[in-house]
Nanobody, 127 residues
Framework: QVQLVESGGGLVQPGGSLRLSCTAS????????IGWFRQAPGKEREAVSC????????MYADSAKGRFTISRDNAKNTVYLQMNSLEPEDTAVYYC????????????????????WGQGTQVTVSS
């Protein structure tokens, strides 16, 4: 079964850190860029970061720059999102996505080209 599974979410205090994982099953993650997105209650989904396939180039939304780091471990078929200095505004369900079915070299912070999505992991930043 082809799927992406996010993990690592939870409750953290402001200023704290979390590392999210996005693990692929049923296919090899190496060939695909991976995007991280989030959606807070009552708000639209927004981009967080993405990482390219071949050379692991990263892009970040302004809200993530300087605080979040995306990385990939192809041996583990996993992409990570290290989140530091978390703020209450970071509270959301976080999703990872891949342009799997299109088989494209899509690499962007726009969600439009991603066609395989995980189920999401909840991140809550609160004291």
């Amino acid at each position: 079964q082809v799927q992406l599974v996010e993990s690592g979410g939870g409750l953290v205090q402001p200023g704290g850190s979390l590392r999210l994982s996005c693990t692929a099953s049923g296919f090899t993650l190496d060939y695909f860029a991976i995007g991280w997105f989030r959606q807070a209650p009552g708000k639209e989904r927004e981009a967080v970061s993405c990482i390219s396939s071949a050379d692991a180039r990263a892009m970040y939304a302004d809200s993530a720059k300087g605080r979040f780091t995306i990385s990939r471990d192809n041996a583990k078929n996993t992409v990570y999102l290290q989140m530091n200095s978390l703020e209450p505004e970071d509270t959301a369900v976080y999703y990872c996505a891949a342009p799997y079915y299109s088989g494209s070299l899509y690499y962007s912070l726009s969600p439009d080209g991603y066609d395989l999505w995980g189920q999401g992991t909840q991140v809550t930043v609160s004291s």
